[in-house]
């Protein structure tokens, strides 16, 4: 059984950083794609990012494009989100989630965390 536990998440000032791990359990397959997801009050599901099995492709929402970088370490079982320059507007909860398949897809994830709360505010 896959689980996917966040942390991380906290209250920043705008312009402040923060950085969200995922660390994962009960894989059965040697890749898994994961991805960062969030989604705000009110508002749509959004993809924020997402990475490869191997970490050597990842791609980001426009929206924080230049600002997020996803990574992950395998042998630790831990994929990060670093978020710099943090705006009011990525005030969300972020979840992370897992594709069965090496790399990351349009289909909705198979497995999903709890979340962690980002708050951006002055």
């Known amino acids: 059984q896959l689980q996917l536990v966040e942390s991380g998440g906290g209250l920043v000032q705008p312009g402040g950083s923060l950085r969200l791990s995922c660390a994962y359990s009960?894989?059965?397959?040697?890749?898994?794609?994961i991805g960062w997801f969030r989604q705000a009050p009110g508002k749509e599901r959004e993809r924020v990012s997402c990475?490869?099995?191997?970490?050597?492709?990842?791609n980001y929402a426009d929206s924080v494009k230049g600002r997020f970088t996803i990574s992950r370490d395998n042998a630790k079982n831990t994929v990060y989100l670093q978020m710099n320059s943090l705006k009011p507007e990525d005030t969300a909860m972020y979840y992370c989630?897992?594709?069965?398949?090496?790399?990351?897809?349009?289909?909705?994830?198979?497995?999903w965390g709890q979340g962690t709360q980002v708050t951006v505010s002055s």
């Open positions: 990475i490869s099995s191997s970490g050597g492709s990842t």
């Open positions: 009960g894989f059965t397959l040697d890749y898994y794609a």
């Open positions: 989630a897992a594709w069965r398949v090496a790399y990351c897809s349009t289909y909705i994830p198979n497995s």
